[in-house]
């Protein structure tokens, strides 16, 4: 009798481990057409690079990418030509509402706008601004108040903030040597030639979406020709202001939007 041989029946292989499910991407938004594919300059918390998405948002839809001519002031905003894909003309500093008006009385069926800073349009630039508004010149103006001389090193801003501390006024602003910090936009709705003025801020989701809308009713009158347009942005300056990106967004919530309200000021037409 010959003996079986048995044999083991082959180990079972451990199962695969089932892979993980990709998470689903959502597409919220594209880069807007009108602004270039490039990196930014702006220092880390800036908000110079969101205000840069409004206004590229509301060209593309408004269509006016081709027929558009910013005016770029000396600044933060000097590199305007880098990130906007539209005709930009470089400004000397302060005069950028001067240029405007040269440009759109040479080029009426152009939509205009500058891009201007605090140093830039309250200090050296007044004059400029003033009269352009009230000569209720045509274009747009986009104001970005930071409260600060941005690029220039950080020295104090007609817009300071009283007791904050700059290069310049290290003790923080004095009231009785350098006055208070002037309300730009609610001196310019005092002029007859100002149809539009605002003020709004980034900080957070709800401003932000204000801020759509009150820039959109400010490109509005300019399509329609309806006269001068105003938007001053409230924006921090973490490097300037020697604060974190968190600590200096919060502080134009609090410290800035107290002394600077945000508001629609001025809207002729709906008046």
Not at 226 to 242: D, H, I, Q, R, Y
Not at 258 to 263: G, K
């Amino acid at each position: 009798m010959s003996a079986q041989t048995s044999k083991k029946a082959p180990a079972a292989k451990p199962a695969k481990p089932a892979k993980a499910a990709s998470p689903k991407m959502t597409q919220v938004f594209d880069r807007p057409k009108s602004l270039k594919d490039v990196p930014w300059h702006f220092c880390p918390g800036c908000h110079h690079g969101v205000i840069h998405r409004l206004v590229g948002e509301q060209l593309d839809a408004f269509g006016l990418r081709e027929k558009t001519i910013g005016v770029a002031s000396v600044g933060c905003s000097v590199f305007l030509y880098d990130y906007f894909d539209v005709d930009v003309v470089e400004s000397p500093h302060g005069r950028a509402a001067a240029v405007a008006t040269g440009v759109k009385r040479a080029k009426p069926d152009n939509f205009v706008f500058t891009y201007q800073g605090d140093g830039d349009l309250a200090a050296i630039g007044t004059a400029e601004i003033v009269h352009a508004a009230n000569r209720g010149e045509k274009i747009l103006v986009v104001f970005v108040n930071n409260a600060v001389f941005g690029m220039t090193g950080g020295q104090m801003a007609p817009t300071t903030l009283v007791g904050q501390v700059t290069t310049t006024s290290p003790r923080g602003r004095d009231i009785e040597t350098a006055g208070p910090p002037i309300r730009m936009a609610e001196m310019l709705t005092t002029l007859e030639g100002a149809s539009f003025v605002a003020r709004v801020a980034v900080d957070n989701i709800k401003n932000l979406k204000k801020a759509k809308a009150a820039l959109k009713r400010a490109f509005e009158y300019q399509v329609n020709g309806w006269g001068f347009a105003f938007v001053e942005f409230l924006s921090s300056c973490p490097t300037n202001w020697k604060l974190t990106p968190e600590a200096a967004n919060a502080r134009v919530g609090k410290e800035m939007a107290d002394y600077f309200p945000l508001a629609t000021f001025k809207d002729r037409r709906a008046e």
